[in-house]
């Protein structure tokens, strides 16, 4: 099936081959079809397979086909992201596929300048690509007007759910109209998902090109079982004994991103960090020097690494494994895209063993093994030789076996002759003399005038 077939316009046909894409993806061939018929869609197919362009077409298109005065438009078409990387990938298509047709797309984030935004709001937009939270603070302060709202997109919605971003969701839907077309693609299929859709979608279409949480088969996955603390040293390892030149590093907090940038920066390996602490300008700046080939390594948590789009991606690796089984096939994704092949290396340490397995439950197969001799999965603790040693060198031993046979010998002897005349007077006197001379008092005798 070629992109003519689907029913897109003459311009849009120009975008679409402007880009390089020659023939639609499964999600694109199902997906336009059923938002051309006006119908409500739930769509679940793999990351990296075209989710975008699939609503992203055929809204531009119907859009078009209303002509509208060029200053104070309000929003037709809003789609809601999870993050602000994401938020960037989508409005740059949208604003590819919409100035050919004459409409004005942007997009709107936490984390900048709420200005500048009010002030492209107030000069008129069709299309609106927003994170939650940034945008109900627009609808409150009455900088956008949703009331026109004729498509409704939630893109990566089981992302937005990991966040916490229903309530924001269903608080965004009270200021939108009844009457629209709602569109849910989601990378994964879960029940959360289904109450979602139960909660926003009118009879939907139901669409999945492929069986659920699972990986893309372009993607060649390993586990490297490691100790803890060779974790990064083993990283290291595989970077330059592979001679890798991109490699998206995943990590569990911004702390640990930070500490894994410093150690690579130490080894030689030149990385910077992209997480939620940082700036929106940093983040962006430091992904286009990572896209350029300016950076070696890119250290990321999942908030800030979901929607990444880095064309030919050819590593990605899981330093630390993912607490939702779901986000290690969503990391993994960001390499093997558009037909590429990808390597997905994880790193795991034996407390991380139960979150495998979660994940190998999900995928239902096993991830094959690979393992370094260098690098044990449980390392000998660090000082346990030294202990040995010291006890084997030094004279604790010999004092024991010097102690024990008088203490034994001692309890005898006293017992069968010493015990009755040991407290009468001559004894005494020699504990006297002993202190007179300057010796050292008896033990029995200290301990007998202490109590």
């Given amino acids: 099936m070629s992109f003519e077939s689907l029913g897109l316009c003459d311009e849009l046909l120009s975008a679409v081959s402007a880009r390089g894409y020659t023939t639609p ?5 199902q997906a336009i079809p059923v938002v051309f018929e006006g119908n409500d869609l739930l769509a679940g197919a793999q990351t990296g397979t075209g989710k975008t362009a699939a609503f992203a077409l055929p809204i531009v298109q119907i859009l078009s086909e209303t002509v509208l005065p060029r200053k104070r438009r309000s929003p037709r078409a809003l789609v809601l992201v999870p993050t602000r990387e994401l938020a960037a990938q989508v409005s740059e ?5 919409a100035r050919r047709l004459s409409l004005r797309s942007t997009m709107i984030y936490g984390g900048v300048n709420i200005q500048a935004q009010i002030e ?11 994170t939650p939270g940034r945008l109900l603070d627009h609808a409150e302060r009455n900088t956008i007007n949703l009331s026109k709202i004729e ?10 759910l990991d966040l916490g971003f229903i309530d924001d969701i269903l608080h965004v839907v009270e200021y939108l109209p009844s009457q629209r077309q709602n569109l849910l693609f989601s990378a994964t299929y879960s029940q959360s998902i289904k109450q979602l859709a139960d909660d926003l979608l009118d009879q939907p279409r139901r669409i999945e090109v492929a069986r659920s949480n699972i990986a893309a088969d372009a993607v060649t996955q390993t586990v490297y079982p490691v100790d803890r603390n060779r974790k990064r040293e083993m990283l290291s390892h ?12 995943f990590a569990r907090t911004r702390y640990g991103a930070d500490k894994l940038t410093a150690e690579l920066l130490f080894d030689g390996i030149k990385a910077a960090p992209i997480h939620s602490n940082k700036s929106q300008s940093i983040r962006t700046r430091t992904l286009a020097e990572f896209k350029r080939g300016e950076l070696r390594v890119l250290v990321a948590t999942d908030v800030a690494a979901r929607g990444l789009d880095i064309e030919r991606l050819p590593h990605v690796v899981n330093y630390d494994l993912p607490q939702v089984p779901e986000d290690y096939v969503h990391r993994i994704g960001r390499t093997g895209r558009a037909g590429e092949n990808g390597v997905a290396l994880s790193l795991v340490c034996p407390a ?5 397995l979660a994940i190998e439950k999900l995928l239902e197969y096993a991830i094959p093994r690979q393992t370094i001799a260098e690098f044990p999965q449980i390392a000998l603790k660090r000082g346990t030789k030294a202990k040995v040693t010291k006890k084997s060198k030094g004279s604790s031993r010999p004092k024991k076996k ?3 046979p008088t203490k034994k010998k001692t309890p005898a002897s006293s017992t069968k002759t010493s015990t009755k005349p040991a407290k009468t007077g001559p004894p005494a ?3 006297n003399s002993r202190r007179e001379r300057g010796a050292p008092a008896l033990k029995t005798g200290r301990r007998g005038r202490r109590s």
């Fill in 429 to 431: 006197k020699t504990t």
């Fill in 151 to 160: 498509f409704l997109v939630l893109d990566e919605a089981d992302r937005m």
């Fill in 93 to 97: 298509q949208m604003q590819n596929y």
């Fill in 352 to 356: 991380e063993q139960p979150l495998l």
């Fill in 238 to 249: 595989l970077i330059r004994k592979g001679d890798w030149n991109q490699v998206l590093v």
């Fill in 402 to 404: 010097t102690t024990k």
């Fill in 120 to 130: 492209r709001l107030h000069r008129g937009v069709d299309i609106v690509v927003a």
């Fill in 25 to 29: 993806t499964p999600i694109q061939t």
